[in-house]
Structures are given as structure tokens and as C-alpha cells.
């Protein structure tokens, strides 16, 4: 990399000038991070108390990572806005992985999330955005045609970004004052505006059909909806949010509290209605209320294998069925999750054993020794296998964290964050996903998560492979 132009720091500083851009749009994300930073500092001081014996987290690295960690989401109108954020993302070191088919949820979008997808990258800095896109084939004809003709007269990235843009395509690098020019630029295409682009009928009209079809069509940008702290005791935060009189969501989103965490909990507080001003002839505006932008907290836990991942969807759909059923609500939900996740294996042996989490595998300092001892060969020829590297303590290993989303969990989070229910839900349930055309928005393809995640793991095997000087099987 050369000159002033470092992915890793660009997206650092990036993301640090957008929380500073959220926090003062929306003071409440403010007081979430204080929260944050209360849960952990409590969570770290009680763990000490236990000795620290219990890992509090699978990165358990507490502040490095933690203390910049965020994600955040924007909802996008057209295959243009889709391809240029992703040359803007890919200039900070963000490449689109994974497909979420938003339709499973009753809504009318698919998704993909920008982010690091090195090691390395990731931990320099984490930053990811949740991407979504509307999907106009979703749309009743009326109101296409409307969202049409709103999106095709917006602009939502500043004619300076996108020379940047070129420029960087071109040149492959940046300047410094291009960098600074490129944050300063592009933090407008995430600025909330109170001027939508669309009357107070339009607005009702699209709003009708789906909250999140207005949210996405009547602004002259595509205003970040919230930002997401990482926490490492997630309930705590929930319970600080009511405490402090914060209007959070009911309950946290994906599977129950367990000593080996998985996957992803969230759990944010409730979007705010916030004044807008709707177009009105000839050029005056008349005023409206707009409720979209929120803030959330996630507590990250271990990567699952493709099998680990059925098996996560599968109890997950059976508690739904049952809770659906049964018409299960409130504590009694939290009750069931938390008996059907039983049968989820709960110790890292098992995740292992089983081959339900990555793995980040390492040689110990007893089998470095034996590395440079030139006793390996001796020991075991030329190969063993994990297994018995393992149990003869020479190698160690710590699960992979989970870098991704959860389609049904962003779709709890959504319908917290939406007052009326969709009319046109049930059409939409019914359709199928459409990664091709995801795709052919986006410009090239995604990457698939649980490949990133293998290829980590191997990495790590082939690295231990290389330190004993050993093939292992
Ligand atoms: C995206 C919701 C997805 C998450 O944390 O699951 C998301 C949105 O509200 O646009 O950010
Ligand atoms: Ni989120």
C-alpha cells in the first residue's frame, strides 16, 4: 500500500466520523454507548471477581476491538446506489459477503453486508454496514412506479465522491487530503434530512404499502438508520436501557444466553418519530413525522459451520412454530428458546467434536519446543492428526467469532423499529430469494460467509502444519 492511503485506517477513521455524525443527529445513540461502556466495565469487574475463569466473550480481548466495534445499516432504492456504495465501501476495505433474503421476514428487500474480510483487516477494524436494496418486483405497480420516479431524481453521493471514485479506480490510491476529502464527502450520502423529496400524500401512499418502502424512497439520502456498539453482556445492556428509563425493544433478538455464545444477540432501542417536512405546491413544505432511525447493541459469539447453522435455524423455526401455535409470548417465549436450545451442544469440545463452529487453531508453547527440539519427527513421523495433537496438549485452538448477520433477527429488529404492520406481507412472504439479481445490482458477486470463515480455519491449520514441520490429518 502506498502513501496515504491505508483501507485500514480510512475505514477507522470513517466510521469514527459517522458515530460522531449519528450521535449528535440522534443524541439518544450517545447515551446508548455510555451504556455500553457501563455493561462491560460491570461485566469485567464481576468476571474478575470469579477469577476470570468464565470467557466473557470469544475475542476475549476486551478493549482493543470492543471499544471502535460497530455496525451500522442503510436501505437503498436502485441498482446505481447499490454499485457505487459498493466502489465507495471496497475504497475502505468493505467487500460485500453473504446474501439476506429480507423476504423471509415479510420484506420487501435483500441485503448484503460491506465488511473487512481478513483477519487481519478485521482486527484493525470491524466496521461493517448492513446494505439493503428494495426490490421493485415486490411493489404493487402503483407504487413502483411512484419509488421509480423519486429514486431517479435523487442524488445521493456528492459529485466530489464520485470523482474520488475514478480517481481511486484509476490511480489505485488516494492522497491525503483526497482521504479526507473522501470522508468529509462521504458522510453526506449517510446524513439524515428532514426535507423529504415527496408529498405528504406520496409519502402515505408508500408508507401504506410498507413503512420501509417510504423510508427508503422519500429522502434525498440514504440516512444511516441506526449504529451498533459491540457489548460484552448484552442482557446487562438491556436491563441499563429500562433502567435509565430508555425506550428499549422488548427482547433481544437470536439465540438464548449460553456459556459458549453463538452467532449474534441484538437488541436496540425503539426508532424515534422525528419532524419532517413533506413537499407542498409550489415550493413550500408542509410538516409530517417520519419514524425510522434507531440504535442497537450486538453481542457477538462463534462462528457456525453450514451444519452448526442448520441446526441453529432449525431449532429457531420449531420454537417459532410452536410459539405461533400456542400463541407463546413475553417471559414464556424466553422460557422455550431457552429449553429447545438445549439441544444445541454447549462446550467447546462438543462445537468442535461435532464440527458445529470454526476454529482458530495454534501450536502451544509445549509444542514449540518439541518444534525446535527436532523431537517431532521422532514423536510422530511425518503426520498425526488433529485429534492427537490436541489431546497431547501441542496445539490449541479458540473459536472463530462471527462477523455476519441474521436475516430473522434483522427482521425482529425492523419490526420493532416500525409502527404499522405491512397489509402486502403475506404476497411478499411467498417470494423467492434472488441472489442472481442481488448480484447483477451489486456488479459482481458476494462472497460466501461460511467459505471466509473455512478458509480462516485451514489457514490456521496449515500455519501449525508448517511450525511443527508435521502433516496433519
Ligand atoms: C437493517 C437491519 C439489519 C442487523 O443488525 O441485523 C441489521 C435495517 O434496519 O435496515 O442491521
Ligand atoms: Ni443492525
Redesign the pocket.
Known amino acids: 500500500m502506498t502513501g496515504a492511503w491505508d483501507q485500514n485506517v480510512l475505514r477507522a477513521r470513517f466510521c469514527h466520523a459517522l458515530s460522531e455524525m449519528y450521535k449528535s443527529e440522534v443524541p439518544l445513540y450517545g447515551d446508548l454507548i455510555d451504556v455500553v461502556w457501563e455493561a462491560d466495565a460491570k461485566a469485567v469487574q464481576a468476571s474478575k471477581k470469579l477469577g476470570g475463569a468464565k470467557t466473557l466473550d470469544p475475542d476475549d480481548i476486551l478493549p482493543s476491538r470492543h471499544r471502535v466495534e460497530r455496525?451500522?445499516?442503510?436501505?437503498l432504492g436502485t441498482a446505481y446506489e447499490l454499485s457505487t456504495i459498493r466502489r465507495m465501501f471496497s475504497v475502505m476495505g468493505m467487500y460485500p459477503v453473504g446474501y439476506y433474503d429480507l423476504s423471509l421476514a415479510g420484506f420487501p428487500m435483500h441485503?448484503t453486508a460491506f465488511r473487512p474480510n481478513t483477519q487481519d483487516a478485521l482486527s484493525q477494524h470491524p466496521f461493517r454496514v448492513?446494505t439493503?436494496v428494495l426490490r421493485m418486483e415486490l411493489l404493487t405497480e402503483k407504487t413502483r412506479a411512484l419509488a421509480q420516479k423519486a429514486l431517479s431524481q435523487r442524488r445521493i453521493f456528492t459529485p466530489r465522491l464520485l470523482e474520488l471514485l475514478d480517481i481511486v479506480e484509476t490511480n489505485g490510491t488516494l492522497t491525503s487530503p483526497e482521504c479526507a476529502e473522501f470522508i468529509e464527502n462521504g458522510l453526506e450520502t449517510f446524513r439524515w434530512h428532514s426535507k423529504a423529496t415527496v408529498t405528504l400524500d406520496e409519502y402515505m401512499q408508500l408508507k401504506a404499502e410498507h413503512p420501509l418502502i417510504a423510508d427508503v424512497v422519500s429522502f434525498p439520502s440514504s440516512h444511516i438508520?441506526?449504529l451498533?456498539p459491540r457489548t460484552i453482556d448484552i442482557d446487562l445492556v438491556q436491563q441499563l436501557m429500562v433502567d435509565h428509563g430508555m425506550p428499549a425493544k422488548e427482547r433481544i433478538e437470536g439465540p438464548p444466553k449460553r456459556d459458549c455464545p453463538i452467532l449474534l444477540r441484538?437488541t436496540s432501542f425503539k426508532a424515534l418519530e422525528e419532524t419532517v417536512y413533506f413537499r407542498d405546491s409550489p415550493d413550500g413544505y408542509v410538516k409530517g413525522s417520519h419514524t425510522a432511525r434507531f440504535g442497537?447493541v450486538?453481542q457477538r459469539g462463534y462462528a457456525l459451520t453450514r451444519k452448526g447453522r442448520h441446526l441453529y435455524d432449525r431449532i429457531l423455526d420449531q420454537v417459532n412454530a410452536d410459539a405461533a401455535k400456542n400463541k407463546v409470548k413475553g417471559g414464556h417465549y424466553e422460557k422455550l428458546l431457552e429449553s429447545r436450545f438445549k439441544a444445541f451442544p454447549d462446550s467447546l469440545s462438543d462445537l468442535r467434536g461435532q464440527n458445529l463452529a470454526y476454529f482458530c487453531y495454534q501450536v502451544t508453547s509445549a509444542g514449540e519446543r518439541l518444534a525446535e527440539d527436532g523431537i517431532i519427527m521422532a514423536k510422530f513421523g511425518t503426520s498425526a492428526s488433529l485429534q492427537e495433537l490436541l489431546d497431547q496438549e501441542l496445539l490449541t485452538y479458540e473459536p472463530l467469532t462471527y462477523e455476519d448477520?441474521?436475516p430473522l433477527?434483522?427482521g425482529g429488529?425492523?419490526n420493532s423499529?416500525l409502527g404499522a404492520v405491512s397489509q402486502s406481507k403475506q404476497l411478499i412472504m411467498s417470494a423467492e430469494p434472488d441472489l442472481d439479481g442481488f448480484q447483477r445490482c451489486l456488479g459482481t458477486c458476494v462472497a460466501d460467509e461460511f467459505h471466509l470463515y473455512s478458509e480462516m480455519q485451514e489457514e490456521s491449520i496449515r500455519r501449525c502444519k508448517h511450525q511443527l514441520g508435521l502433516d496433519i490429518t
Open positions: 455496525h451500522g445499516a442503510i436501505r441485503a448492513f439493503t438508520n441506526h451498533t441484538q442497537e450486538e448477520f441474521l433477527s434483522a429488529i425492523f423499529n
